[in-house]
């Protein structure tokens, strides 16, 4: 395959396309003189532009409408055509493009799609299974093949238990590492089957690594804001309880000082009964007296007739 193509690259020969640099990798060919769409446009964001993108933004339609299958002569065609745009409308000359179908750093992405690992440009003729070896043998992973189209390769989510371990793995990867249209990390990693045929596929992390450490720092202070939510509750829980306990004491203490409060009005009350009695009977006994003395008066009287 290699020297039929280098029949086509001759001498002189201007190779056009999009990402040459990892199809030139794989392929593992060098060639002096090639135009490479994906470097020669800049987007806004500083980012590298996808084709889809540069279709839409120089071209004016779209690459291919959604869920059409990928056709590699599109894409050729395409970056052809782009590059004849560049050149029609001048190359020094800066031609805005669309941003709408980028992926934006500040997206955020759920923490079981972050604890993966996307696996593509897979040749459809490596099992699955072989895969394992891209990663570090004492990583835990799933390999979750995604849907295969009719394609010459096919692509695998290598799955984690934790985010952390995602990140270490790639970091871990034996291979060369570059961004994606969108920013994002990826690795082209060699990889050796059973028979001994060498290939070549690529590791790409889910988000930009500057998304990715934003949703790690805000994750840690989401984390750091709920132990300290945790910890005010548990104080205030503390401060209810104590308050409380110190109500509870209040009120034992108000019937301790109202029942003695009844208890000597009570008493006062019987005070007063019981001089109410006596102020009975001492003016009982003084009519009780004066009575005697009548009575004493009157016999008297008759004993000196």
Do not use: W
Not at 16 to 36: M, P, T, Y
């Amino acid at each position: 395959f290699q020297k039929s193509l280098k029949k086509l690259l001759s001498k002189g020969s201007i190779l056009v396309g999009h990402g040459l640099h990892n199809d030139l990798l794989a392929l593992k060919l060098d060639h002096a003189r090639i135009i490479d769409t994906s470097l020669i446009y800049k987007n806004s964001v500083g980012r590298v532009p996808s084709l889809s993108n540069l279709c839409e933004s120089i071209l004016g339609y779209k690459l291919r409408e959604e869920g059409a299958p990928h056709n590699c002569l599109d894409d050729a065609r395409t970056a052809m055509k782009i590059v004849l745009a560049k050149l029609k409308h001048g190359v020094d000359k800066e031609t805005p493009l669309l941003v709408s179908n980028l992926k934006s750093a500040s997206v955020q992405v759920p923490d079981d799609e972050l604890a993966r690992l996307l696996v593509h440009k897979i040749p459809s003729a490596v099992p699955t299974e072989e895969l394992r070896r891209v990663f570090p043998a004492n990583f835990t992973i799933e390999l979750k093949p995604l849907k295969k189209g009719q394609g010459k390769h096919y692509s695998v989510l290598a799955i984690f238990k934790k985010l952390r371990e995602a990140h270490e793995a790639f970091q871990k990867v034996d291979g060369s590492i570059e961004k994606d249209s969108a920013g994002r990390p990826q690795k082209l990693v060699t990889l050796v089957s059973d028979s001994g045929k060498t290939t070549t596929v690529c590791v790409r992390q889910m988000v930009p690594e500057d998304s990715l450490q934003d949703q790690q720092q805000k994750r840690a202070l989401e984390l750091e804001d709920r132990s300290g939510q945790k910890k005010r509750k548990t104080d205030q829980g503390e401060a209810h309880l104590k308050e409380t306990e110190r109500l509870k004491q209040e009120l034992e203490e108000k019937d301790v000082k109202n029942h003695c409060d009844d208890h000597l009005k009570e008493m006062e009350k019987l005070k007063q009964h019981i001089r109410a009695k006596d102020l009975e009977i001492a003016t009982q006994d003084k009519i009780i007296a004066d009575l005697k003395q009548k009575l004493n008066d009157a016999k008297t009287t008759k004993k000196g007739r």
